[in-house]
């Protein structure tokens, strides 16, 4: 049974970029959360994709955005990249309410130089 | 505003010894969840264990177990016989029934010495 799979592994952006992230759920998994884990920190939420609508969303700017596909796979896109922005982005997948913790994948590294 | 507070940011132990992380919460709210997860070096979180706040039994999953204490906003984890796979940066997290998102402590880097 797969579990979380992201793409990709590492990323090296310039600011001013824009950068796309994947994610694909764990099998049977109909919802996707996003979280942003900066070095030393624990994973920040970021947003929450369900049928395709985002269902909640932390404190971050516009310029993080996702999408949700039908086989509800997702991508998180970031615009206009900061140094700040630099960072482990984790994408973790539940059954919509399950309440029983999620599935996380291994991440994609982004650095933004 | 609800937040997790892990106040050892690293801890050491010999192999086969027991250890204890601690975390502290704040909510306003009755009813969450909370849970410890394990990222090792491969960056995956992984669950190690979970409550309920509503139940008053502790959960143990094999060498895990949790103290919780709810009145003092209290989740702290227990390991047991430690394994050097155990090594990995430790959080604590909750999130309250309804809500999706998870908030995060700071983690404990957890380092078993042989």
């Known amino acids: 049974d797969a579990g979380v799979t992201q793409s990709p592994t590492h990323l090296i952006k310039t600011r001013g970029q824009q950068v796309t992230l994947r994610c694909s759920p764990k099998?049977?998994?109909?919802?996707v959360s996003w979280y942003q884990q900066a070095l030393g920190q624990g994973p920040q939420f970021i947003f929450q994709y369900y049928e395709e609508e985002e269902r909640q969303r932390g404190n971050f700017p516009d310029r993080f955005s996702g999408h949700q596909f039908p086989n509800y796979s997702s991508e998180l896109n970031v615009n206009a990249l900061l140094l700040g922005d630099s960072a482990l982005y984790l994408c973790?997948?539940?059954?919509?309410?399950?309440?029983?913790?999620?599935?996380f994948g291994s991440g994609t590294r982004l650095t933004v130089v | 505003a609800q937040t997790v507070t892990q106040s050892q940011p690293e801890m050491s132990v010999q192999e086969a010894e027991t250890v204890t992380l601690s975390c502290t919460y704040d909510t306003s709210e009755n009813n969450y969840y909370l849970f410890w997860y394990k990222q090792p070096p491969s960056r995956q979180m992984i669950l190690v264990i979970r409550?309920?706040?509503?139940?008053?039994q502790n959960a143990t999953e094999n060498r895990f177990s949790v103290n919780f204490q709810k009145a003092a906003k209290s989740f702290s984890l227990k390991i047991s016989d430690s394994q050097l796979g155990d090594t990995a940066m430790y959080f604590c997290a909750f999130n309250n029934f309804g809500n999706e998102k998870l908030t995060f402590g700071t983690g404990t880097r957890l380092t078993i010495i042989p």
């Open positions: 099998s049977g998994h109909d919802t």
């Open positions: 973790a997948s539940s059954l919509v309410w399950q309440g029983d913790g999620y599935t």
């Open positions: 409550q309920e706040a509503y139940k008053q």
